[in-house]
């Protein structure tokens, strides 16, 4: 009764705190373009970075590079961009701050990728859910949705200059933000279950 209580050891694969790095230089450029959009100071935000995150915008036209695309989304990009502000920074505490193997941990990884999973699950029907989805997202109009007749010839000629299968290569990164979050909280939920269970067992 009176002996020093064991530490609870949650460990997550290795791979969770490799995708968490790569996470974080991705989602830290999104918002660092985005944000630059919204506070017009995309001057000063380096030319590869703005060049890169234009050319997904002709995939999908909240990112644009004329901002249109960013106002049509009635303020759900910038808020996103708000959020993944924060979920860089409890990735990053888990990266550098907490020490791995412990509850905290799990639980912070477990709390971000939740966060992750359900936010980027809800910019898909709010892209369905505007004015004109095949006009956002051009890649629509692979699988048989029409724009409206004043937007026909953009979403034309976005296909012409890019087809459907690089339309789908360059949105399909959004698909990653589903999955891999999914896989973490399904990991760290596992390794909580399991730490907890077995330490009921030997308590």
Known sequence: M???RAILLVPLPAWVAWWFMVAVVLVSIDCTYVLGMKYDVVQY???LITDLWTRYGESDAQYSGDGV???ASNGWIITQSLFNVAEVFLMVVYLIRLQQRTITAALTALTVSVATF??????MPIILHSEDPVSMVPLLRCTGMSPLAKNAAHVQAMLAKEGCGMQFFKFQFNFWWIVMPFAVAAAAWSA????VTKNAKTA
């Open 45 to 47: 935000v380096p030319s």
């Open 192 to 195: 909580i279950s399991h730490a």
């Open 69 to 71: 695309g960013m106002e």
């Open 118 to 123: 359900w936010k980027t699950c809800l910019y």
């Open 2 to 4: 009176g002996g020093n």
